[in-house]
């Protein structure tokens, strides 16, 4: 069982950067792969970032390569989400997700699910 918080989501300006965390309950953080997804208003959840359990793999939605960094530090028992040069359209609820071993970009493979923090950039 692993249970997620996410933290750092706020209103920023367009351009700016933020970094959100999610801090994961359980001795086997480990050995979990971890993504990022988002909601935006009116869309569906979608892939943003996805990490593997050794931080060695990850993998990035188009519309945020180059721009965001997922990370781990399994000491901490904690993934971040770097995010940089933010856009409007970044606009969104942001959930941090655990699945098995193995990054994946597909929702319904990952199992635990954190509550979501909301990220709000004007224009």
């Known amino acids: 069982q692993v249970q997620l918080v996410e933290s750092g989501g706020k209103l920023v300006q367009a351009g700016g950067p933020l970094r959100l965390s999610c801090a994961a309950s359980?001795?086997?953080?480990?050995?979990?792969?971890m993504g990022w997804f988002r909601q935006g208003p009116g869309k569906e959840r979608e892939f943003v970032a996805t990490?593997?359990?050794?931080?060695?793999?990850?993998y990035y939605a188009d519309s945020v390569k180059g721009r965001f960094t997922i990370s781990r530090d399994n000491a901490k028992n904690t993934v971040y989400l770097q995010m940089s040069s933010l856009k409007p359209e970044d606009t969104a609820v942001y959930y941090c997700?655990?699945?098995?071993?193995?990054?994946?970009?597909?929702?319904?493979?990952?199992?635990?699910w954190g509550q979501g923090t909301q990220v709000t950039v004007s224009s």
């Open positions: 359980g001795r086997t953080f480990s050995t979990y792969a």
């Open positions: 990490i593997s359990w050794s931080g060695d793999s990850t």
């Open positions: 997700a655990a699945k098995g071993i193995g990054i994946s970009t597909n929702p319904r493979f990952y199992t635990y």
